[in-house]
């Protein structure tokens, strides 16, 4: 009976003992578990505070390097250039026209470029004189520059402006150079007899001028090839630009 009740209270007091040790295992897992869930949670803020924003402001960077790529002439706008001065107002390549394009404060004038018989450039259009003299049997490349002034002095009192001359090239880059950021010479093309040496007299006008913000425009590949070779000097090649 003695021996009964001893190993019943034994049994009990071994099962509270398995029972809190049980417990104290379970209470070691709850709070083991609680700090994996608050360190998980804690981790999950840490990304969520830092790793959005950092993604957001590197795409922000990205999109703004594209619209800049995009919009990049906004911060350099084109040029406002006046083909032959301004010639809604005045007969182009004249002094009255780069005048009146001045006036209009324009980034850039282009002159036209034409050489006459004796090698002289002229700043015309036309290799034809129709619109000059009315006259379409009149050739630049055929007549002098003497000529060709003449022919532009007796039809000056048709047109509007006393200023409406035929003017050398030398004597239109004297008006014009300093007061616009961009001189552009189309320099007027035929046959390739009258294409021989014309690169050469163009760079020498811009070599004497000490044109620097001039820029040749070269319409034949012959043409530019030429103007290409001979600006390859050191002391062309700081004055022209070469456009094809």
């Known amino acids: 009976m003695i021996q009964m009740a001893i190993s019943t209270r034994l049994g009990r007091r071994l099962s509270l003992h398995q029972r809190q040790q049980r417990f104290g295992f379970g209470a070691f897992l709850f709070r083991f ?4 869930v608050f360190r998980a949670i804690l981790i999950s803020l840490v990304f969520i505070a830092f790793v959005p924003p ?23 706008p084109p040029l406002v250039c006046a083909h032959g001065g301004d010639s809604s107002k005045a007969f182009p390549n004249t002094m009255a026209a780069y005048h009146f ?17 004796d090698g002289v450039l002229l700043a015309l259009h036309d290799r034809d004189l129709q619109r000059l003299t009315g006259n379409n049997a009149s050739k630049v490349g055929y007549l002098s520059m003497k000529e060709i002034k003449y022919l532009g002095s007796v039809h000056q009192s048709a047109r509007k402006f006393p200023d409406e001359n035929v003017l050398t090239i030398e004597e239109a880059l004297e008006v014009i150079l300093s007061s616009v950021r961009r001189v552009i010479l189309d320099i007027k093309v035929g046959p390739p007899s009258y294409e021989k040496g014309l690169a050469s007299d163009v760079l020498s006008v811009v070599k004497r001028m000490q044109c620097k913000n001039c820029l040749v425009w070269a319409k034949s590949d012959n043409l530019a090839r030429d103007v290409i070779k001979l600006s390859s000097d050191v002391t062309v090649r700081h004055l022209v630009h070469v456009a094809l």
């Not at 950092?54 to 350099?76: A, D, S, V, Y």
């Not at 394009?101 to 018989?117: F, K, P, T, W, Y």
């Open 54 to 76: 950092i993604f957001f402001f590197f795409k922000l960077k990205r999109f703004h390097q594209t619209q800049l790529r995009k919009c990049g002439w906004l911060n350099e």
């Open 33 to 36: 578990s609680s700090k994996r």
């Open 101 to 117: 394009a001045l006036h209009s404060q324009v980034d850039c004038i282009e002159i036209d470029v034409s050489r006459s018989l």
